[in-house]
């Protein structure tokens, strides 16, 4: 089955087709490092990190674009709000941000370009545009430069609006512009409101660059005029993918031939946001389960459903990630060892990957082959068992989440690797003494220890090999 996704341009399932065989652009819109990135912001970092590793391991040669905004309107404001330079709140929350995905393992970009390192070819995109007639610099003397909307009569296509229809945004400013519709590609320096750190020259004047041209810009820079992916989540579709495909198409390019979008995390059915506090910042989840269950929760949903966060919903998520990982762990105490990775991924699994990302069918497959494995456990070794075991591995990984992938033993304090050893010699006691009340037949005793050992979250299990634990 061929790669198909839904391309948000054409609003259709399409066969994913490269510009070079065996070779695949992918451009994910980064965030503005403006606070503490939340659960909802990493969504789309997950969500494609997914599909590069599913083409990865479909034989694709994946160049992987991730930029980040480190110059922007919120970042000046925050920065001034909080009494410090906005290049050091972009610092810090760019490094917030690298913790978040590595937490996560969502793979290094291959580049992952920042918009203050790329100006020269913001301002080159810019001169580009005025001289084919798209664009120009404000009458007022303010040094602001605007896209006109107006000369590019395919504006709306991707979102599929009419320009007729098209009002201004209610926070826009109009000065300097033929039409109220037109966006800024370049920013002029004022200086009551904004520090001289945040302009570079051009040939309007000092300055920053808007929103939209950054990633125009970078976007091209790394990957070329045309290109086989852009993404990012759904409330970029308009007006920023709207204005980065009309500049960059104005200015004589190609640029992305499939536009993917994830949609939102929400709470209370509204897009997750700022204004919920700190409950939500991904260090603050990680506090109440493990790093690999909520990536599970994350991608367990289709990319393109949205999702209502709740603490509940993930706690059932890590549950049922957990039998799979019980699962892996029962086979690696038949075994004798950990089976190696590489097994042969099923062909459900494929057809739902293939089928535009469909990690929801994906899961429900791994759980079959679990389902299976578990048939075979209480026969012992044999190849089939091996095979089984082999398979959910390769299909975890390609997830991002094979719990037996070193990532996710890292960052195991010396205390950490002491409390462990502890927990597992004293629940050892407790079992030894629950087989020794089951033998003198005390079972009052026997169920006993085992409600306590339930009570501590610890589910026992009584195989032919003894009894087994696991966390609940």
């Known amino acids: 089955m061929t790669l198909r996704l839904y391309d948000t341009a054409t609003r259709d399932v399409r066969d994913f087709v490269p510009l070079e065989p065996g070779r695949a652009g992918i451009y994910l819109c980064g965030l503005t490092v403006q606070s503490e990135p939340h659960v909802g912001h990493v969504r789309s970092g997950v969500n494609f990190d997914v599909l590069r590793r599913w083409m990865t391991a479909t034989g ?26 906005w290049y050091n709140l972009g610092y810090m929350m760019k490094r917030e941000l690298d913790a978040a995905y590595d937490a996560l393992h969502v793979l290094p970009a291959t580049y992952e370009p920042a918009a203050t390192g790329h100006i020269p070819e913001m301002v080159e995109l810019i001169t580009r545009l005025i001289a084919r007639g798209h664009a120009y610099p404000a009458e007022d003397g303010s040094g602001d430069v605007y896209f006109s909307v107006l000369s590019w009569p395919a504006y709306g296509e991707l979102s599929g609006q009419k320009i007729d229809a098209m009002s201004a945004a209610e926070d826009a400013d109009p000065r300097g512009k033929r039409d ?50 852009h993404g990012g989540g759904v409330d970029l579709r308009f ?41 939500l910042l991904v260090p603050v989840v990680l506090s109440q389960v493990r790093a690999i269950e909520l990536r599970f929760y994350m991608i367990a949903a289709h990319y393109r459903s949205h999702v209502e ?22 086979t690696t105490e038949v075994l004798g060892s950990p089976v190696p990775a590489g097994g042969i991924l099923c062909a459900d699994f494929v057809n739902a990957m293939d089928d535009d990302l469909s990690t929801p069918a994906a899961v429900a497959a791994i759980y079959e082959v679990v389902r299976e494995g578990n048939k075979l456990l209480p026969e012992g070794d044999s190849p089939a068992l091996r095979g089984n075991a082999a398979s959910v591995r390769a299909m975890l990984d390609v997830l991002g989440i094979d719990p037996a ?10 205390d950490d690797v002491k409390l462990s050893a502890a927990v597992d010699a004293l629940v050892a006691a407790m079992i030894e003494q629950r087989t020794e009340a089951r033998g003198r037949k005390d079972f009052a005793a026997a169920d006993a220890i085992r409600d306590q050992l339930k009570g501590a979250g610890i589910e026992l299990e009584d195989t032919p090999q003894g009894p087994k634990w696991s966390l609940g």
């Open 60 to 85: 694709y040669d994946v160049t992987f674009i991730r930029n980040i905004t480190d110059i922007d309107d919120k970042i000046l404001i925050k920065s001034a709000e909080q009494g410090r330079p």
């Open 180 to 229: 109220p519709r037109d966006f800024a590609l370049w920013k002029g320096f004022k200086k009551e409101s904004e520090p001289e750190t945040a302009s570079w020259q051009a040939p309007w004047g000092p300055g920053r660059p808007g929103w939209h041209i950054e990633c125009s810009a970078m976007a091209s820079k790394y990957l070329g005029s045309t290109f086989d992916i």
């Open 239 to 279: 007006p920023h993918h709207e204005n980065e495909q009309a500049q960059s198409r104005a200015a004589g390019y190609r640029f992305a031939n499939y536009w993917l979008h994830n949609a939102w995390i929400t709470t209370a059915g509204e897009k997750m946001s700022k204004s919920l506090g700190n409950s």
């Open 309 to 330: 966060f709740s603490y509940e919903a993930l706690e059932e998520a890590a549950h049922g990630f957990r039998r799979i990982e019980h699962f892996l762990a029962r």
């Open 405 to 414: 992938d070193p990532h996710w033993d890292r960052g195991h304090s010396a």
